[in-house]
T-cell receptor
Framework: DQQVKQNSPSLSVQEGRISILNCDYTNSMFDYFLWYKKYPAEGPTFLISISSIKDKNEDGRFTVFLNKSAKHLSLHIVPSQPGDSAVYFCAAINSGTYKYIFGTGTRLKVLA | SQTIHQWPATLVQPVGSPLSLECTVEGTSNPNLYWYRQAAGRGLQLLFYSIGIDQISSEVPQNLSASRPQDRQFILSSKKLLLSDSGFYLC???????????FGSGTQLSVL
């Protein structure tokens, strides 16, 4: 049972344009969501997070949007840079538990 | 500041051999500790988590086990490795549920 889904395995975007990565979840008890960036053979690094009491959170070029009714969140990267090329994972947790559940990842390629 | 150490970085083991991967966290006390695995081309699968010494929860039935002999030490073990145990193993920690999850640099395990 995949509770967190990233239905797009890959995405290509031109440098300077917007990258939009999507994530869907099924568990309505999730109350905290995170995005991670991962390079090959390295551990994921934290990018940005959002609590379920908010619908938007910004940090520099990164913005996360949360639509609780649709059980959907997205990560916007503006402007996209070649260094953003990596695999992006979304994750969710019900803070009443201890389990961070990850999606399958989306490979972003930013073209120069 | 908090740091997480994971070793070794790479490991090649024959089928049927034992396994021991170690993870330690510095700069914090009573962290929640996690083991994840990323199989080739797949997402991050939660294997074990621990909320305290000798308190281990297993998420996936398999021939792996985890132990937490000290507050900031988490060990992943196997008595006999299978080919299907190959993958990228990641240790992680968090302070409280609903806070950021921080990852180690990972161990690439190849079982031949």
């Amino acid at each position: 049972d995949q509770q967190v889904k990233q239905n797009s395995p890959s995405l290509s975007v031109q440098e300077g344009r917007i990258s939009i990565l999507n994530c869907d979840y099924t568990n309505s008890m999730f109350d905290y969501f995170l995005w991670y960036k991962k390079y090959p053979a390295e551990g994921p690094t934290f990018l940005i997070s959002i609590s379920s009491i908010k619908d938007k959170n910004e940090d520099g070029r990164f913005t996360v949007f949360l639509n609780k009714s649709a059980k959907h969140l997205s990560l916007h990267i503006v402007p996209s840079q070649p260094g953003d090329s990596a695999v992006y994972f979304c994750a969710a947790i019900n803070s009443g538990t201890y389990k961070y559940i990850f999606g399958t990842g989306t490979r972003l390629k930013v073209l120069a | 500041s908090q740091t997480i150490h994971q070793w070794p970085a790479t490991l090649v083991q024959p089928v049927g051999s034992p396994l021991s991967l170690e993870c330690t966290v510095e700069g914090t006390s009573n962290p929640n500790l996690y083991w994840y695995r990323q199989a080739a081309g797949r997402g991050l699968q939660l294997l074990f988590y621990s909320i305290g010494i000798d308190q281990i929860s297993s998420e996936v039935p398999q021939n792996l086990s985890a132990s937490r002999p000290q507050d900031r030490q988490f060990i992943l073990s196997s008595k006999k490795l299978l080919l299907s145990d190959s993958g990228f193993y990641l240790c992680a920690w968090s302070g409280q549920p609903g806070e950021k999850l921080f990852f180690g640099s990972g161990t690439q395990l190849s079982v031949l």
